[in-house]
């Protein structure tokens, strides 16, 4: 898929959606921490 078929789109698991599809959503943030050390 080229990317101007991407532009404006929303990637999900379920594949591309519009944004206003997405609905209300929260942020977050994943942190990956090593404690190896």
């Known amino acids: 898929m080229a990317s101007t078929e991407r532009t404006g789109k929303i990637q999900t698991v379920l594949g591309l ?10 942020t977050h943030e994943h942190a990956l921490i090593d404690l190896s050390c």
């Open 17 to 26: 959606i519009e944004p206003d599809e997405l609905g209300i959503t929260l």
